[in-house]
């Protein structure tokens, strides 16, 4: 008899505490929230992003890039430390379609796209899929303080003291340009590439839809 695939308890339970938690306190913290990340006033590159200049960020015209199955490489092995200290390792999501998201919350089209990746997240969540963010640029507080405003419920790795995830990725696709977007297959290789904001979570579904689908 096929054996079920095992979903990593701590998403499901951890999931929904935290939407409840995050939920209940945005209103008391927003203005707290504000004050903190305004406090750190927008860049010259996020101001461009926004007035629709091209400087430094990627268009907004997105570069997407589709794998078959036999061209793609060796599964790529990561982990890390998230932003609530936890240990986190490829191997707890393994035989998973995984979908890994690099930002920082100073990028102006990581905002952009923040409420459609948690809306892909939670259209499959419990389907075999996992969602992880990987933070290049801030503390774990920044990403936490990210987190609870844009109701984001999946977890981010801190990775700007060590580079450790985006190290792993770099022979398979290296990471040139914030915001990027990987889909990987249930063996942990990468078939899909978004190189850009996600402006819908239209296009994300398609791809996680397609590596759920495969048979191999």
Excluded at 56 to 78: M, Q
Excluded at 121 to 128: L, N, P
Excluded at 161 to 170: G, I, M, P, Q, R
């Amino acid at each position: 008899m096929p054996v079920a695939p095992v979903v990593t308890p701590i998403r499901s339970g951890r999931r929904s505490r935290i939407r409840l938690v995050r939920r209940a306190i945005r209103a008391a913290l927003a203005a707290v929230v504000v004050v903190g990340l305004t406090g750190c006033s927008p860049d010259s590159v996020s101001d461009s992003f926004l007035s629709g200049d091209n400087t430094g960020y990627v268009a907004a015209d997105r570069a997407i890039d589709e794998i078959p199955a036999a061209d793609r490489g060796e599964p790529v092995v990561f982990g890390g430390v998230t932003e609530d200290g936890e240990d986190f390792d490829s191997a707890d999501i393994a035989g998973q379609v995984t979908v890994v998201n690099f930002w920082y919350a100073g990028c102006a089209p990581c905002r952009v796209e923040a409420e459609h990746l948690e809306a892909v997240w939670e259209k499959f969540e419990g389907e075999g899929v996992a969602f992880i963010g990987v933070n290049t640029r801030d503390q774990a507080d920044t990403a936490r303080a990210f987190a609870v405003d844009y109701d984001i419920t999946y977890p981010s790795l801190i990775d700007v003291d060590t580079a450790e995830a985006k190290l792993a990725f770099a022979e398979a696709v290296p990471i040139q340009a914030t915001p990027t977007t990987l889909v990987l297959d249930k063996q942990g290789r990468v078939a899909a590439r978004i190189i850009g904001p996600i402006d819908s979570p239209s296009i994300l579904t398609t791809l996680v839809k397609d590596a759920l689908a495969e048979t191999s």
